[in-house]
């Protein structure tokens, strides 16, 4: 109660309007500005770094691009052979590989240039009933590189002609020693 008496008492008072006035300016004041930077979002600040340039030393920033033309194309060749035993499996996937590479040096592709990269045998099975192995598998690829564009289709043509029966990854480059 006692307060309430001081406060009647205080806008009874002939500073009660001014009072008055200045809460509600202060008031105001401080509702436009908080709608202003909530309305206006973040400030954006900008920071920056200052370095200390060493004595003798110096920074250097650069670029580069090169662009070439391709001269080598890389093309992988495999077979799979399926048959009854393992030995005759590998003797059909010999002979055809082996074909195979007599073609690619016929034309003039470097041995160096043709690579075995991978060579699989493995048992093939029967589930129906009960496992049971019913022949072998036997897979081998080369990667060839052929340097005469050329001669990309007429080595996969007889590739496939000798039995090839998996072509992939055809992929062109640049022979690094003529980038030097």
Do not use: W
Not at 63 to 90: C, F, R, W, Y
Not at 151 to 180: R, T, Y
């Amino acid at each position: 109660m006692k307060f309430l008496k001081k406060y009647k008492k205080l806008l009874s008072s002939p500073f009660s309007g001014s009072l008055i006035g200045v809460f509600a300016s202060v008031a105001t004041t401080f509702i436009i500005a908080y709608a202003f930077f909530k309305l206006a979002g973040p400030v954006p600040i900008s920071v920056s770094q200052t370095t200390v340039q060493k004595k003798n030393a110096f920074d250097v920033v650069g670029e580069g691009k090169i662009t070439a033309v391709p001269d080598i194309a890389e093309v992988n060749l495999g077979i799979k052979v399926e048959k009854g035993t393992v030995n005759e499996a590998q003797k059909e996937a010999n002979k055809t590989i082996n074909s195979i590479e007599k073609s690619l040096k016929d034309l003039k592709i470097d041995k160096e240039d043709i690579k075995t990269t991978d060579y699989r045998v493995y048992p093939n099975y029967d589930f129906r009933k009960e496992r049971k192995i019913t022949g072998y598998t036997v897979e081998t690829s080369l990667q060839v590189k052929v340097r005469d564009f050329e001669k990309i289709s007429q080595a996969i043509d007889n590739a496939v002609n000798l039995g090839a029966n998996q072509i992939g990854q055809l992929n062109f480059s640049v022979d690094e020693e003529k980038l030097e």
